[in-house]
DNA sequence: TGTGTTATTGATAATCATTTACACTTGATA
DNA sequence: TATCAAGTGTAAATGATTATCAATAACACA
């Protein structure tokens, strides 16, 4: 933890931001809730339970910024909220989502299932992929134990 | 395009909604427009140049109404704007979109690239795949030609 | 032709996530 | 210490979408 925001520090530095107790605050959340696509409020009244005085807008800024830093992954599900999630250290992509169109449970998968995919995009449409978002819509394997159940 | 809005027509009939002016003058500029991504508000003043006395929110419903019965695809490429495409006739999954990080354009790649993908994802998470969107963000053939060119 | 019922509409207001404006702090540097 | 830019919190503004509601249209039937 304390390695990772270390890091981010580093990183910040770099592009001349500080890691203000305001960002490192966020920052904390987000490695503490890692994975759990939280939304900009979500982060923002975790950050409030640590640092009451920490306003709303401060915390879009920051997750703007490190969003631009490409630290964290602003992600969107189609309910007209973002959520953000801290990237993997290392990780190149987004990682790929299946959405339970029953229940709204949301599953990763962290495994890269597009290199062929790319690398097709890559010579057949001249176009160089940086990243990529995939989501799947369906029913998970949980819904379709009850649905079983159920009939 | 006759033939396109008769069929819609029946489709809507089946699931007991009918096919007013309002919403044909909708489809109309769906099918006029076809795979422009448009937004609700160009959609909006699109159908108010044929038809002034069209209101926002009826091109709101219409475009939810569609949606749900999958004859348009609400689409999101993360600005804060839900954008419409008529879904082509037969097309059981969304196509994929190349977004240029440069210019901001947009290109389709209507070949279904993930068919091994699903069925992994079937198998391998025992998840029941419905629909899916996957976005490639990167740069387009033509900005890495004038990049090329201005180095 | 009327009449009741229901779906649909347009205008408008309300909502809600996100941004912006602005005056105030802070923290680094001269 | 004085200065200056970057960063902050509050509050107001914005902009997309949704809800409300009275008016209208469509239709089924007397």
Redesign the interface.
Known sequence: MEHRIERIKKQLHAESYKLTPQREATVRVLLEREEDHLSAEDIYLLVKEKAPEIGLATVYRTLELLSELKIVD?I?F?DGVSRYDLRKEGAAHFHHH?V??ECGTV?E?VED??E???K??EDQ?????????????????HC?QKNKESN
């Open positions: 602003k969107n189609g299946l339970c169109m599953e998968i299932l597009l062929d995919v790319e097709k995009v449409w001249q176009f160089q992929v940086k990243d990529h978002r995939l989501t799947f819509h369906g029913i998970c394997r379709q």
